[in-house]
């Protein structure tokens, strides 16, 4: 979406080019697929020799159990070798109320509203996916179609592996602490009753 109104939507060969100064990659819906796709363009920058980004890039995951498994799956280890900052699971950016942006930045980001004022004063928000916004950091500007597709040539290639749900009752971790939970009497006779139904 364009600056400053999610209903105002533009083809990327429209906007390519416009500087970015600062990038967020989080939100409730930004899927761990997403971030992991995000940490692959950024370790194969580096990888590659482009070292730290050059914008402000804020990570966000929605929840604490994206947070570790990211941190599990090495990607807190890429993002803070990238130079981006990663904030408490949550908004963060998205809420405008947690963190902030630089006044009148422009800014890509992945959350799904973008109105004036809400990411910083003055701000000009770009809303994308979490790859434009990864690549966009690496760049410092909006990508040009071909510049995009080339950088997804490697994530596409393993796409299967990258955007695997977080299914959290598959988690060990989860399922041990699930599995330790006392549920009264009273509760078990209304989920029965409530089955029933």
Request: hydrophobic share 40%; net charge negative.
């Amino acid at each position: 979406a364009l600056p400053n109104d999610p209903d105002a939507s533009a083809l990327l060969s429209e906007v390519a080019g416009s500087q970015i100064d600062e990038v967020f990659i989080g939100s409730c819906m930004t899927n761990i697929g997403h971030f992991r796709a995000a940490g692959k363009l950024l370790d194969d920058a580096m990888n590659n020799g482009v070292g730290q980004v050059p914008t402000k890039l804020w990570i966000a995951p929605p929840t604490k159990m994206d947070e570790a498994q990211l941190i599990d799956e090495g990607y807190y280890s890429i993002f803070g070798k990238s130079g981006a900052r990663t904030e408490m699971p949550g908004c963060s950016l998205c809420m405008g109320n947690q963190a902030r942006v630089a006044p009148k930045s422009t800014v890509i980001s992945t959350s799904t509203r973008n109105f004036p004022n809400r990411l910083g004063q003055g701000a000009n928000v770009y809303l994308g996916s979490a790859e434009l916004a990864a690549v966009s950091s690496l760049l410092g500007r909006l990508p040009t179609v071909e510049e995009y597709q080339s950088y997804m040539k490697q994530v596409d290639a393993q796409a299967a592996d990258t955007y695997r749900y977080l299914n959290f009752d598959e988690l060990p971790d989860f399922i041990q602490r699930a599995d330790s939970i006392e549920i009264s009497d009273e509760i078990k006779a209304a989920a029965k009753l409530m089955s029933t139904k």
